[in-house]
């Protein structure tokens, strides 16, 4: 995470009962495993529980995926940013962290309680300047080179998916990034804005490399991995034990003009003595890639590809 972040959240804990943070976050995590949204934040114990728990792996996941965008499209640049549904800003500090120079944020969130937060993490670092609003996804919003929406729709009923999209595709004259966990409903509802921000014209640029229909069917389902560690707070709060987490995560980035090439690797590749083997997805669907480990200099270039990356 940035510098200022790390501080940031360090100082919401002084003087703080590990007690009481570690009870409102169980609590909390019961709310969310019976269906409860981030309304169910109504307290500042609640709110500084779910920012420990929960911002760094969801920073993670955005600071991952932007930096895919930045990989296949480097000279993207942009100075202003929509985060919708920011909740404590995760999606913003990713985003000055992958561009720097962003120099106009606005940050959207329905939850008082999240707000306030997500303005005392922001006030000594890069998001000084942002503006946090009261809003949701059904209002008119400012339109923005890059507009984010991450971990939203997961609190939308999955039908509604495709026309938030819709809503958010014209606020984003650029790019529009979407971004929620990495479940089979997670993935469901990136599928369903997939395919809508297809038809209302926009181009695939990260994960997929194509603009034609998703090839996965069954009981497969889109997703990647980013491993972050955890402090020793955030070790408490969670009840873990061992010092890392695996943020599960799936997305979609759709631009104004089509960017993407190649193949995206799908699944971590398989290791064996005769070599590696990948399962690709590509323009034409599907795919399994084999690479001898007898073809030194290939062998050697593919070993450094993994999951999520392009091949």
């Keep these: 995470m940035h510098p200022d972040l790390t ?35 109504v307290t500042p114990a609640q709110a500084v529980a779910y920012a420990v728990a929960r911002m760094p792996a969801t920073h993670a996941a955005c600071a991952a995926v932007f ?23 995760a999606a913003s500090w990713a985003a000055v962290g992958q561009w720097p120079d962003i120099s106009s944020v606005i940050m ?17 670092g890069p998001l000084a300047a942002a503006e946090i ?5 059904g ?5 923005a080179d890059l507009v984010v929406a991450s971990y939203v ?67 497969d389902w889109c997703h990647f991995s980013q491993r972050l560690p955890r402090s020793r707070d955030h070790m408490l709060l969670k009840e873990a034990r061992v010092p890392f987490e695996d943020e599960r995560y799936t997305y979609v980035v759709v631009t104004r003009e089509k960017v993407a090439s190649g193949a995206r690797i799908l699944a971590t590749p398989l290791e064996a003595k005769p070599g590696l083997t990948f399962k690709l997805c590509d323009e034409n669907g599907l795919r399994v890639q084999f690479v001898a480990r007898r073809d030194k200099d290939e062998y050697r270039r593919m070993r450094k590809r993994d999951w999520g990356d392009l091949f």
């Design 7 to 41: 501080k940031s959240l360090a100082a919401l804990l002084d003087g703080v009962s590990r007690k009481e943070l570690a009870a409102a976050a169980q609590k909390m995590s019961e709310g969310y495993r019976q269906g409860a949204t981030s309304q169910s934040i």
């Design 67 to 89: 930096a895919r965008i930045a990989a296949v499209m480097p000279d993207f640049a942009p100075v202003r940013l929509l985060d919708v549904g920011a909740g404590t800003g």
């Design 108 to 124: 959207l969130d329905h939850n008082p309680q999240l707000r306030v937060l997500a303005r005392k993490l922001a006030d000594s």
């Design 133 to 137: 609003l009261s809003g949701d996804l």
């Design 139 to 143: 209002v008119e919003k400012p339109r």
């Design 153 to 219: 729709l997961a609190e939308l009923p999955e039908a509604s998916a495709s026309a938030t999209a819709r809503h958010l595709w014209a606020a984003a004259p650029r790019m529009l990034v979407l971004i929620e966990p990495g479940t089979p409903d997670g993935f469901a509802r990136i599928r369903k804005a997939r395919a809508a921000l297809i038809d209302e014209g926009a181009h695939v640029a990260a994960p997929c490399t194509h603009d034609n229909v998703c090839p996965l069917s069954g009981e």
